[in-house]
């Protein structure tokens, strides 16, 4: 039987590549991928952590566009880390319109749980890192830590929110946030 890996989940939009309010990432080639992204990825990936990124993407909901596209965009996604050495293990995403009432959507923590199940994954070692507030809410609901970077929306969910929030770290970058991980994980 294999060991459980520990693992840190991703939000992708505003975490892992750019994102702008009202924007819908709709073409691969619209993808822009923060540059710490890269030495972050592949410091986690050297220290034994699988990478799993937990996406709402309500674009396919509103119409915006297709599962095909999604995955076309995931492909160029992880085509460009690959060639960095920063590879992903995995995408989950909720494809659902926020007022589908579905289960899947974060802050609810069924996409997470659904891939430590498949991937062997271990709860106890795993980690957060997202630009919203739904991503510290989805951690929150695992126990697990979460660390909130200040790209993408989170500089404004940081004020919006200021004491609601209660991450376990803040960080500017992605790298900022897998440094401050795998030392914690040192002591």
Known sequence: ????????????????????????LRRPEQVRIYPPVYEALRRLREAGYRL?????????????????TLAK??????????RRGAALDAFYFCPHHPDDGCRCRKPSPLLARRAAREMRLDLRR????????????????LGIPAVLVLTGHGRYEK??????LKPAREA????????WILKREAR
């Open 159 to 164: 004020q919006a929110h200021r004491r609601g």
């Open 126 to 141: 795993a980690y957060m890192i997202g630009d919203k507030r739904v991503d510290l809410d989805m951690a929150r609901a």
């Open 52 to 68: 799993v990124v937990i996406s709402n993407q309500s674009g396919i909901g509103r119409g915006f566009f297709s599962r095909a």
């Open 1 to 24: 039987m294999t060991a459980r890996r520990p693992v840190v989940f991703l939000d992708r939009d505003g975490t892992l590549i750019h994102d702008r309010p009202g924007f819908y």
């Open 172 to 179: 500017s970058t992605l790298l900022a946030a897998a440094n």
């Open 73 to 82: 965009i995931h492909g160029r996604l992880q085509g460009r880390l690959r």
